[in-house]
């Protein structure tokens, strides 16, 4: 019941009254009009009561009808984004009339930015490797980028980059700057974990996160910080840092919203399936990490109310429910500080 928990909506709704089958048939509402609603299972009215409910879930049904070419006219006569697969299109205007509904009832405020993150950091770390890594390869940072959204004005307010120089293998594979465009150079001429970290933590306390602002980590799939920063901060004999504990993983995030199979949600599908192409040099950290907030910018437009959904406790990679609540991540604090 993930994807229905988020939507508020039951399935059995959806496919009720206007399924055909016999039961009551409604015409459209996706112009507000208010019909009435003959047939009312009690599943229907168990954990929805309000009446706004069924009507949404009726306006989905609708929605769930129509063609990708009738999505888009709608979409565009409603000054939406028209761009991407069905599924993402059918999502958008889903969430759109059910924020409209809502908000119309007064069951959910139009301002709510006192419950939701005001910033979003995504990280998307880029390792040494070789071309064929063998299971025990460590892997160690070699750049640190970070992309701030602002939830608020939906843009990329900022964004720190730094390169880190490796000290198990300090000299990089052919294969390693070929993918990633980070040259030997580059890392000779960077600092060590320790001090990116440091910068990374100054940078996001003058931005005020965890202090004045509510935030949380992002990152493309669950390895940057179960696996990277894990091994990284084992590697340079630090803490793993607080910030750092929980993290929303997008691919997670968005197979959920947009109901697509989880095998779908790399960068490349997610940007396709929305119909976009990725800009600048995949592989360059900073560029992911661009990319990756283009697509969280895209999800919170669409009324994804993108939540930390995944964590490391006790070193283990653990899965939040999405039924926890809604918290910002701390303030970030220098790798040597005991808390
Ligand atoms: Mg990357």
Redesign the pocket.
Known sequence: MEEEQKENLPRAAESGPVSGQGQVKQRSRLDGQELPVKATPAAYVKDFSDPVYKEIAVTNGQINRMTRDELRIKLAELYLETRGVKDVLRKRLKNYYKKQKLTQTLLIKPECSDTYYDYICVI???ATCEENNPPEYLHEIIEFPVALVNTRTLEIEDTFQEYVKPELKPKLTEFCTKLTGITQDMVDKAGSFPDVLQRVVDWMREKELGIKCRYAVLT?GSWDMSKFLNVQCHLSSIEYPRFAKKWINIRKSYGNFYKVPRTQTKLASMLEKMGMKYEGRP?C?LD?SLNIARIAIRMLQDGCELRMNERLHGGQLTSLPNTSPLESAPPPYSPWQKI
């Open positions: 998307d770390f880029e493309d592989h950290g992911d």
